[in-house]
């Protein structure tokens, strides 16, 4: 077909559509899913482009159903209750996390349904001292033991994350089970997914990361005011 041919075509087919007032709302609604398409090919993080998705999958439903195309109708209606959900499932995390962090809570159990489950027997070691820092940990039941300081740890915390942003990335002590042990771990590959993803999610994790050096550095402290020696 002659472009000239091609193009009074579709001007006839437009004017066609802008005769009633379905094909004008389906027209729109057309229009502003293809814009918010393009606008989500700049947008970096992940809450807004869910978002944005969730926009435009509403925008080709509706002009699907009002110029009958199945094939969009269904493309937009599976992919819809998937945007729907990331984007919940983003929002529900950041706010785990911010609540996490007002409340000075260290334990990680908005990182729950994230990890993965583990059991180890007793004395296995689950990483040694020097050792990549390639996954962090929950503590479901059971004792860790951190052989070098010879403290303990008890079920419900959180740990292993800082050597997620220490310089070498290193093992600073070996986690041993001091009893049989169940734990959760993320790799430092999800870890950092959500962490880019969501800058929400990443400024809270650095700040319970933050108030966790604070506490150690005050425990360190206070143990060695009652160790030092008297003058």
């Not at 472009?3 to 094909?23: H, I, K, Q, R």
């Not at 002009?63 to 209606?77: E, F, K, N, R, T």
Request: net charge positive.
């Amino acid at each position: 077909m002659p472009m000239p041919a091609l193009f009074d075509t579709a001007v006839a087919a437009l004017y066609s559509a802008l005769a009633t007032p379905s094909g004008i709302v389906a027209l729109v609604s057309a229009g502003v899913a293809g814009v918010l398409i393009i606008v989500s090919s700049f947008v970096k993080t992940m809450i807004p482009l869910r978002c944005l998705a969730i926009g435009g999958n509403l925008g080709f439903l509706i002009y699907g159903a009002l110029h009958p195309s199945l094939i969009l109708v269904l493309l937009h209606g599976a992919l819809l209750p998937i945007n729907v959900f990331r984007a919940a499932q983003m929002v529900r995390l950041t706010r785990r996390v911010q609540i996490a962090a007002a409340s000075n809570d260290l334990s990680g159990v908005w990182l729950r349904p994230y990890m993965r489950r583990r059991r180890l027997r007793k004395d296995a070691i689950l990483f040694r001292k020097g050792d990549p820092a390639k996954r962090l940990y929950f503590l479901a039941e059971g004792l860790i033991e951190f052989v070098e300081i010879g403290q303990t740890m008890e079920p419900g915390r959180l740990f292993g994350e800082i050597g997620f942003f220490a310089p070498d990335k290193r093992r600073t002590l070996t986690a041993r089970c001091a009893t049989p042990c169940t734990v959760l771990q993320m790799d430092e590959m999800t870890f950092k997914s959500l962490y880019f993803q969501n800058p929400a999610f990443g400024f809270e994790v650095v700040t319970l990361v933050a108030g966790r050096l604070l506490a150690d550095r005050q425990r360190l402290e206070d143990r060695l005011a009652t160790i030092s020696p008297t003058i």
